[in-house]
C-alpha cells in the first residue's frame, strides 16, 4: 500500500473546494447519525459555513488532497475548528471536527488533517477544543483519545434522527500553553 501521507497536502479550504466539501458532508448527513443535520446542503447554503473559516485564526478549515487527482474527488477530508459557543466569554474555546470522504477512511487522513489543525492551532489564543461524538462511534473516540481529549459527559438521547434518539459524548482537550 502506498504510503498515502506523501500524496497528500493539507491545506486551507477555499471556495474552489466548495462542491467537494458538501458532497463529503452530504454523505454524513444522508447516510448516518454523525450530524444531526438532516436537509443534504447545495453548495450556495453551504458557502457561509466556509467564509466563516479564514486561512488565520482560530476558526479553521484544513482540507487533505490527494496531489495526483484533479478536480473535487481529490478532496480527501477536511477538519474545522469553529466557536464553540456564541457568547463573548466562549471565545478560546473552539469545537473541532473531522470528516473523511467515504473513499478515505481508515487511510489515516483524519489523524494527518488533526496534527495539521492542531500544529495551526498552536499559536493561537485558545484554552480548550471540544468535540462531540454520536454514539455508537469507537474509531472518531480512538481519534480522539490518541490526540488527548477526554471525555466528560455524554448527552442521553439528545438528537432523533432516522426514528432512533442518539447520545453524544462530549470530549475535550487542553489548548494552550501547559500550567
Request: proline share 8%; charged share 20%.
Amino acid at each position: 500500500m502506498p504510503n498515502t501521507r506523501t500524496e497528500v497536502l493539507v491545506r486551507p479550504g477555499t471556495e474552489g473546494d466548495l462542491v467537494a466539501l458538501t458532497d463529503i458532508y452530504n454523505h454524513y448527513v444522508r447516510e448516518t447519525a454523525l450530524t444531526f443535520d438532516t436537509d443534504p446542503f447545495t453548495p450556495e447554503r453551504r458557502l457561509p459555513w466556509l467564509r466563516s473559516h479564514p486561512e488565520d485564526g482560530p476558526h479553521r478549515l484544513l482540507v487533505a488532497q490527494d496531489v495526483r487527482i484533479v478536480g473535487p474527488a481529490s478532496i480527501l477530508g477536511y477538519a474545522t475548528s469553529s466557536p464553540f459557543r456564541p457568547k463573548a466569554a466562549y471565545a478560546t474555546s473552539v469545537e473541532v471536527s473531522v470528516y473523511c470522504a467515504p473513499s478515505a477512511t481508515g487511510r489515516g487522513i483524519g489523524t494527518l488533517l488533526y496534527s495539521s489543525l492542531f500544529e495551526a492551532l498552536a499559536g493561537e489564543d485558545l484554552h480548550r477544543a471540544y468535540a462531540g461524538i454520536t454514539q455508537p462511534n469507537d474509531v472518531s473516540v480512538r481519534l480522539h483519545e490518541r490526540f488527548g481529549f477526554r471525555h466528560v459527559g455524554t448527552y442521553a438521547e439528545v438528537g432523533r434522527k432516522f426514528g432512533t434518539y442518539w447520545d453524544v459524548a462530549w470530549y475535550e482537550k487542553r489548548l494552550g500553553p501547559q500550567p
